[in-house]
């Protein structure tokens, strides 16, 4: 019986594992970087590929063809940039850099943008809204209430479920 599966002892339920040549490894790491702006190192390749193995398995292809599938389907080469990405965030994340924002970059940039010109920031990959929000307080700390400008700050990230969760600014927890 195990003969008419394919193989001694192996079960057609069993997974086969699943490989990318290195040139196709590469090809979807430029894809998504064309994609979506995120460049995955060397160092991210076996991250790359078993997302990309969940993906597949998932919607029952071999990883060939799930790679050559996502030159045409933007909408799955989204779910898959979302795997990878990091979706870690938290109130003033990183102390260091918040501190060196608050005292030395806002301040600076306040006095160099002629009077009236608004301060932009950007939190790039903001996730659920707990940097741009920690920005926001930063700004109001570094340069009051009233600074006699407008403040804008933009946030943006790949996840619109993260966006919602961001725009509703509710948090508990830490």
């Known amino acids: 019986a195990a003969r008419a599966h394919g193989g001694a002892g192996v079960s057609p339920a069993t997974p086969q594992p699943m490989a990318l040549a290195p040139q196709q490894l590469l090809a979807l790491r430029d894809m998504l970087a064309a994609y979506c702006g995120v460049y995955l190192d060397d160092t991210r390749s076996a991250a790359l590929e078993a997302a990309a193995e969940r993906r597949a398995r998932a919607l029952g292809l071999s990883l060939a063809a799930y790679a050559a ?38 301040p600076e940039l306040h006095r160099r943008l002629p009077p009236g010109a608004p301060l932009r920031l950007w939190s790039a990959g903001c996730a659920t809204g707990e940097e741009p929000y920690s920005l926001a307080i930063a700004a109001l700390e570094a340069l009051g209430e009233r600074p006699g400008r407008p403040v804008e700050i933009w946030a943006t990230d790949l996840s619109a479920a993260a966006l919602e969760r961001a725009r509703a600014g509710v948090y508990k927890g830490r």
């Open 69 to 106: 599938a996502l030159d045409r389907d933007r909408s799955e080469l989204q779910r898959l940039a979302e795997l990878l990405l990091n979706h870690e965030t938290q109130f003033f994340r990183n102390r260091p850099h918040m501190q060196a924002l608050r005292e030395a970059v806002l």
